[in-house]
């Protein structure tokens, strides 16, 4: 097994990793922004009115986009499973 491959191939588990990620730290960030505007603007200051938005909107998010992570992660692991005897030697 080459330097190479093994290279490649936790980079593209790297890739995956934040690909998969990113719309849930993404949707974090915009609650989390809005939350902040809203309580620098009304000067009301609730740790748990910060949380709970948030909190809300990565699940929904991840509601939402877990099909198509399953299905990215799955062809990730297909594609290795396929690769092993490649990866072995």
């Known amino acids: 097994m080459s ?3 093994v290279v490649g191939t936790i980079r593209q588990a ?3 990793a934040v690909l998969v990620s990113l719309p849930m730290l993404l949707a974090g960030l915009i609650a989390g922004v809005l939350v902040s505007i809203f ?9 748990v009115l910060a949380f709970i938005p948030r909190a809300a909107a990565i699940f929904i998010t991840f509601a939402l986009t877990f099909p198509w992570m399953l299905r990215a992660v799955t062809g990730f692991s297909r594609q290795l499973v396929a690769r092993l005897p490649e990866l072995i030697r």
Do not use: F, H, P, R
Request: net charge negative.
């Open 14 to 16: 790297i890739e995956l």
């Open 3 to 5: 330097d190479t491959l």
């Open 39 to 47: 309580q620098t603007v009304t000067s009301i200051q609730d740790n």
